[in-house]
């Protein structure tokens, strides 16, 4: 099994999944608890790394006041990779969206400087992950991902940006693919 990725994201209520309409076979739902918005991608930089990328988040939250944000989503789209060959299918922000920006662009650095020694070279998109292709997913099931995607309206959900969460693989992927390691609240 690969080295476990690490990351900070703010844990979002994915109750919602549940009420979506049946994903194509060709995707994975995410689990309700497994529903975030990356705040910061470590990869696979092992733990110690994280958890000091960690005490680098409790300097940064310690400095200033850093109040929790309304959100809502928006439109789905395909993210990573190219629109043909994306990884996850992930609602944009509409309500809170400039908010979070400037948080993204605040925090993420430091952090991934803190655990990995490198930075992210694209600019801040926030979003909130909520399906992704399986890995034998051909071209004809990534098209029914974005017909699936493109059919959904989530502009209903609202959720706070109240707390950011250290994340690692969970112990079970069938299950679940992600686990909270340590969290902070905001505000």
Request: aromatic share 8%; with cysteine.
């Amino acid at each position: 099994m690969p080295r476990p990725n690490w990351f900070f994201a703010f844990p979002i209520d994915g109750a919602f999944v549940l009420e979506l309409p049946p994903v194509p076979t060709s995707l994975r739902r995410f689990h309700p608890e497994d529903v975030h918005l990356t705040l910061a991608f470590l990869g696979g930089c092992g733990e110690e790394a994280a958890r000091r990328a960690l005490d680098a988040l409790d300097a940064r939250l310690g400095e200033k006041s850093w109040p929790s944000i309304p959100v809502s989503l928006g439109d789905v789209v395909p993210m990573g990779g190219s629109r043909r060959l994306y990884t996850a299918l992930s609602a944009l922000l509409v309500e809170g969206r400039d908010e979070t920006t400037a948080y993204l662009a605040a925090l993420r650095d430091g952090l991934t400087e803190t655990a990995t020694g490198r930075r992210d070279k694209r600019p801040p998109k926030p979003h909130v992950s909520i399906a992704r292709p399986r890995g034998r997913a051909t071209e004809a099931d990534r098209q029914a991902g974005l017909v699936w995607a493109s059919n959904l309206d989530l502009r209903r959900v609202v959720a706070t940006l109240d707390r950011i969460a250290l994340y690692t693989w969970s112990d079970v992927r069938r299950e679940r693919l992600f686990k909270i390691v340590d969290e902070r609240r905001l505000g």
